[in-house]
């Protein structure tokens, strides 16, 4: 405040205001200026944008048109019933209503933008080509539920019909090692055109990891090991009923939904060797088979697909707007209401907004109970929010121990009404580095308590069954395979259950402020940076309000910033997914002339490198490498780059791998591949291969030896100016010259006779003699 007087013309007496404060002398040169936050994209004009920016098709623009409309026509019972006072209200009065009326409009707005929902659309015409080369086609083995089923043939048949010659591997356990064996075995050498994956028909639990889905355990196998055998062709993972393409599409095999979570991470982490998902129905007959090679021999962008009965669907991240306010039922907490995970981040927001709300009971679970860390202080918070407060320890992948808990409160007389499970905790591990106990370890609280509360409250008339899923799962996340896979499953379960005319509601949240599901040092800087800031929980719970008075079974909620999330979601390749949002298509517009541009100075990078030495173009190139290296992480200048610091140890993933890989590409003009950092782990090494890859060694001839020497000569009075120099150089000639001479066989001087002379002359000489023969035979002084 008194800086701002400052600058206004007041003075300021500092030293009362810092008595201790001494002045010093600024530097005269112009401030280095760094800036430590994002620049604010300008808002592109609509063609129905109205007078002040907002477009006519969001609810925002048309409460502001309507507010200002009434201004204009001095309109005051019109004004008076927006803000819902008495028209007679004094302006004195007006203004504080006023302003909380526009606060709430910027919420509701915000709450709006954040709204999203997956539609499935059907292809315009049917994939169509042909299937060349080898297909693997991964199946159960033998034996195992969902093996030997009608299915496998007829997947077979239809890949034969198109061409392909298929081998199919059996697998019965998902050991990474020796599945990467079976691979190798199959492939013979060659590198197969494709791989298709019909594991997940495997129905059943893991045999090693129960909680874990059979069908998931050997996909998550057959990924690793594609990579541990070095098979760079694209994996496609097929699954059955496993998503809901329509309201009369009901999802019957959840477990299976598992899949698409690893699948769209794999495809994030592993773009060069993705081919994509594809859901075909319960009972796969010709036809669908045969949609499906079509889907495989197209080979194009699209990687989220279904099969049904009325043709190919692909799946879409579209808006999900409000709509009018007829559209919702009224929603209020009553009864007992049970929290899973309640003592945590998510959970405890939640409680504290349910007993704000009226709740009466909230029992709020966790592996510790009462002695959970802040459990006693949360529950006194509640308290004095007016609602009663049961802190409950009970393991809710305990299938008994949450049988207990519900018997309990039935014979009590609370029985529980709703249900928010808000269980789980991200943690981040690619799936290359991942164990099928990671994946299990993150499926027990998630999955388990999920089908454990479903099938114990299955006879319960529920007022909400909120499931908390994340946004891993709508859209894939790198180093969130384990945490995907789970939260599919929660939105294909709300599917089920609302199919059968039970409460659903699965959310796929974004991350949340405020201590939310996604915790760890740098995360949520690392997040932000990407695209997706944390959301206020005030205004998450209000949303979550907002979903549950419509009655929507799946939505997204997240807070994307579209700028910066595309450039690093598409930089290995076009993601169909997204593709339909607006605010997707101009960023990725407003990519195409910068890439453009840099295409074109790539070629005058390369020609200013022709004409340096080897050693500078290496360090002209590692300059580049670190200067990009540094854009990519955010730093503002490459000098937070270390020329041998390991990219890893820099805080690369998988995502911002890729986005080097395409600035260098665009810098250079060369297609490098997606694995560069992984392959050239450090500035260094990777500029090096830049150097071989933009000027390829030349094979030695005797012309290049002859300008070799004709150098030597150029330097030689400074070299032999150093005696050890002159005694290495003596050494290597002689040697040198040794060789030639054995080797005069073909061509050369004969051996023996003169040259058998020089040759003895020159092992017999003294460095003195043989630079005075160097300097006669070269002229030089």
Same mark, same amino acid.
């Given at each position: 405040?008194?800086?701002?007087?400052?600058?206004?013309?007041?003075?300021?007496?500092?030293?009362?205001?810092?008595?201790?404060?001494?002045?010093?002398?600024?530097?005269?040169?112009?401030?280095?200026?760094?800036?430590?936050?994002?620049?604010?994209?300008?808002?592109?004009?609509?063609?129905?944008?109205?007078?002040?920016?907002?477009?006519?098709?969001?609810?925002?623009?048309?409460?502001?048109?309507?507010?200002?409309?009434?201004?204009?026509?001095?309109?005051?019972?019109?004004?008076?019933?927006?803000?819902?006072?008495?028209?007679?209200?004094?302006?004195?009065?007006?203004?504080?209503?006023?302003?909380?009326?526009?606060?709430?409009?910027?919420?509701?707005?915000?709450?709006?933008?954040?709204?999203?929902?997956?539609?499935?659309?059907?292809?315009?015409?049917?994939?169509?080509?042909?299937?060349?080369?080898?297909?693997?086609?991964?199946?159960?083995?033998?034996?195992?539920?969902?093996?030997?089923?009608?299915?496998?043939?007829?997947?077979?048949?239809?890949?034969?019909?198109?061409?392909?010659?298929? *081998?199919?591997?059996?697998?019965?356990?998902?050991?990474?090692?020796?599945?990467?064996?079976?691979?190798?075995?199959?492939?013979?050498?060659?590198?197969?055109?494709?791989?298709?994956?019909?594991?997940?028909?495997?129905?059943?639990?893991?045999?090693?990891?129960?909680?874990?889905?059979?069908?998931?355990?050997?996909?998550?196998?057959?990924?690793?090991?594609?990579?541990?055998?070095?098979?760079?062709?694209?994996?496609?993972?097929?699954?059955?009923?496993?998503?809901?393409?329509?309201?009369?599409?009901?999802?019957?095999?959840?477990?299976?939904?598992?899949?698409?979570?690893?699948?769209?991470?794999?495809?994030?982490?592993?773009?060069?060797?993705?081919?994509?998902?594809?859901?075909?129905?319960?009972? *796969?007959?010709?036809?669908?088979?045969?949609?499906?090679?079509?889907?495989?021999?197209?080979?194009?962008?699209?990687?989220?697909?279904?099969?049904?009965?009325?043709?190919?669907?692909?799946?879409?991240?579209?808006?999900?707007?409000?709509?009018?306010?007829?559209?919702? %039922?009224?929603?209020?907490?009553? /009864?007992?209401?049970?929290?899973?995970?309640?003592?945590?981040?998510?959970?405890?927001?939640?409680?504290?907004?349910?007993?704000?709300?009226?709740?009466?009971?909230?029992?709020?679970?966790?592996?510790?109970?009462?002695?959970?860390?802040?459990?006693?202080?949360?529950?006194?918070?509640?308290?004095?929010?007016?609602?009663?407060?049961?802190?409950?320890?009970?393991?809710?992948?305990?299938?008994?121990?949450?049988?207990?808990?519900?018997?309990?409160?039935?014979?009590?007389?609370?029985?529980?009404?709703?249900?928010?499970?808000?269980?789980?905790?991200?943690?981040?591990?690619?799936?290359?580095?991942?164990?099928?106990?990671?994946?299990?370890?993150?499926?027990?609280?998630?999955?388990?308590?999920?089908?454990?509360?479903?099938?114990?409250?299955?006879?319960?008339?529920?007022?909400?069954?909120?499931?908390?899923?994340?946004?891993?799962?709508?859209?894939?996340?790198?180093?969130?395979?384990?945490?995907?896979?789970?939260?599919?499953?929660?939105?294909?379960?709300?599917?089920?259950?609302?199919?059968?005319?039970?409460?659903?509601?699965?959310?796929?949240?974004?991350?949340?402020?405020?201590?939310?599901?996604?915790?760890?040092?740098?995360?949520?800087?690392?997040?932000?940076?990407?695209?997706?800031?944390?959301?206020?929980?005030?205004?998450? *719970?209000?949303?979550?309000?907002?979903?549950?008075?419509?009655?929507?079974?799946?939505?997204?909620?997240?807070?994307?910033?579209?700028?910066?999330?595309?450039?690093?979601?598409?930089?290995?390749?076009?993601?169909?997914?997204?593709?339909?949002?607006?605010?997707?298509?101009?960023?990725?517009?407003?990519?195409?002339?910068?890439?453009?541009?840099?295409?074109?100075?790539?070629?005058? *990078?390369?020609?200013?490198?022709?004409?340096?030495?080897?050693?500078?173009?290496?360090? %002209?190139?590692?300059?580049?490498?670190?200067?990009?290296?540094?854009?990519?992480?955010?730093?503002?200048?490459?000098?937070?780059?270390?020329?041998?610091?390991?990219?890893?140890?820099? /805080?690369?993933?998988?995502?911002?791998?890729?986005?080097?890989?395409?600035?260098?590409?665009?810098?250079?003009?060369?297609?490098?591949?997606?694995?560069?950092?992984?392959?050239?782990?450090?500035?260094?090494?990777?500029?090096?291969?830049?150097?071989?890859?933009?000027?390829?060694?030349?094979?030695?001839?005797?012309?290049?030896?002859?300008?070799?020497?004709?150098?030597?000569?150029?330097?030689?009075?400074?070299?032999?100016?150093?005696?050890?120099?002159?005694?290495?150089?003596?050494?290597?000639?002689?040697?040198?010259?040794?060789?030639?001479?054995?080797?005069?066989?073909?061509?050369?001087?004969?051996?023996?006779?003169?040259?058998?002379?020089?040759?003895?002359?020159?092992?017999?000489?003294?460095?003195?003699?043989?630079?005075?023969?160097?300097?006669?035979?070269?002229?030089?002084?």
């Amino acid at each position: 405040a008194l800086g701002r007087m400052h600058t206004t013309g007041l003075t300021i007496d500092w030293t009362t205001v810092f008595p201790n404060a001494h002045r010093v002398d600024l530097p005269t040169y112009a401030f280095q200026r760094d800036r430590y936050w994002f620049a604010t994209p300008a808002v592109p004009d609509a063609p129905t944008a109205g007078a002040h920016g907002l477009t006519a098709a969001s609810p925002s623009a048309s409460v502001d048109g309507r507010f200002w409309a009434a201004v204009e026509h001095q309109d005051l019972d019109a004004l008076a019933a927006m803000l819902e006072v008495d028209p007679a209200t004094p302006l004195s009065e007006m203004v504080p209503l006023l302003s909380s009326w526009h606060r709430r409009q910027n919420e509701q707005a915000a709450m709006e933008a954040w709204r999203y929902r997956i539609a499935w659309h059907p292809v315009a015409t049917e994939p169509r080509g042909a299937l060349n080369g080898t297909w693997l086609v991964a199946v159960p083995a033998a034996g195992g539920e969902g093996s030997g089923s009608d299915a496998h043939a007829a997947v077979l048949h239809a890949l034969a019909e198109r061409g392909a010659r298929t *081998v199919v591997v059996e697998l019965a356990e998902g050991e990474r090692d020796a599945v990467a064996e079976r691979l190798r075995e199959a492939s013979a050498g060659e590198v197969p055109a494709g791989v298709l994956s019909l594991l997940a028909f495997a129905d059943g639990p893991d045999p090693r990891h129960p909680v874990l889905p059979h069908g998931l355990a050997l996909n998550l196998a057959l990924v690793q090991a594609l990579g541990d055998a070095g098979i760079p062709c694209p994996l496609w993972l097929a699954t059955r009923a496993a998503v809901s393409v329509s309201p009369t599409d009901p999802v019957d095999r959840a477990e299976q939904a598992t899949v698409w979570g690893l699948g769209r991470v794999a495809g994030l982490e592993h773009p060069e060797r993705w081919g994509g998902l594809v859901d075909l129905p319960a009972a *796969v007959d010709e036809r669908a088979a045969a949609r499906l090679a079509g889907i495989l021999a197209a080979a194009g962008d699209e990687d989220q697909l279904a099969v049904r009965t009325a043709g190919v669907f692909v799946r879409r991240l579209v808006h999900a707007p409000l709509g009018a306010p007829a559209d919702e %039922v009224k929603w209020q907490p009553g /009864g007992t209401v049970l929290i899973t995970g309640g003592t945590g981040g998510l959970g405890a927001q939640v409680a504290r907004w349910l007993a704000r709300t009226g709740a009466g009971h909230l029992v709020l679970t966790s592996r510790r109970g009462s002695a959970a860390p802040g459990a006693e202080e949360l529950a006194a918070e509640l308290r004095g929010l007016g609602a009663r407060v049961t802190l409950a320890a009970c393991d809710v992948a305990d299938r008994a121990a949450l049988a207990g808990l519900l018997d309990g409160l039935e014979a009590e007389g609370s029985p529980v009404r709703a249900v928010f499970h808000a269980a789980g905790v991200v943690h981040f591990r690619q799936i290359a580095d991942s164990t099928p106990a990671d994946f299990a370890a993150m499926a027990e609280g998630k999955v388990s308590g999920a089908v454990h509360l479903d099938e114990l409250l299955d006879g319960t008339r529920l007022e909400a069954f909120v499931l908390f899923s994340s946004v891993a799962a709508a859209w894939g996340s790198g180093g969130q395979g384990a945490y995907a896979a789970a939260n599919s499953f929660l939105d294909a379960l709300a599917e089920r259950r609302r199919a059968r005319g039970l409460a659903a509601t699965s959310v796929a949240w974004g991350p949340w402020a405020d201590k939310g599901m996604i915790e760890g040092d740098g995360v949520e800087e690392h997040l932000s940076r990407r695209g997706l800031p944390p959301m206020a929980p005030e205004l998450t *719970v209000a949303a979550l309000h907002g979903a549950l008075a419509r009655q929507e079974t799946t939505l997204v909620l997240a807070d994307v910033r579209w700028d910066r999330f595309v450039p690093g979601f598409t930089a290995a390749r076009r993601r169909p997914l997204i593709d339909e949002l607006p605010e997707v298509r101009r960023v990725l517009e407003a990519a195409v002339e910068p890439q453009d541009a840099a295409r074109q100075d790539a070629g005058s *990078v390369t020609d200013g490198l022709a004409g340096l030495p080897e050693a500078e173009r290496e360090r %002209v190139l590692t300059d580049l490498v670190r200067a990009h290296t540094a854009a990519v992480l955010g730093h503002s200048s490459p000098d937070a780059i270390a020329d041998d610091r390991a990219f890893k140890e820099l /805080g690369f993933d998988s995502l911002t791998a890729v986005e080097l890989r395409n600035r260098l590409n665009g810098a250079t003009g060369l297609s490098l591949p997606a694995t560069l950092i992984f392959d050239h782990p450090a500035p260094a090494p990777l500029a090096r291969l830049l150097r071989d890859e933009l000027f390829p060694p030349q094979p030695m001839t005797a012309d290049a030896v002859l300008d070799d020497l004709d150098r030597w000569e150029e330097s030689l009075a400074e070299i032999t100016a150093d005696s050890g120099a002159r005694e290495r150089l003596t050494s290597r000639l002689q040697g040198l010259m040794a060789r030639i001479e054995s080797t005069g066989g073909s061509g050369g001087t004969p051996q023996g006779g003169a040259a058998a002379s020089v040759e003895e002359q020159l092992l017999a000489a003294s460095a003195d003699e043989i630079f005075k023969l160097i300097d006669n035979d070269f002229g030089a002084s």
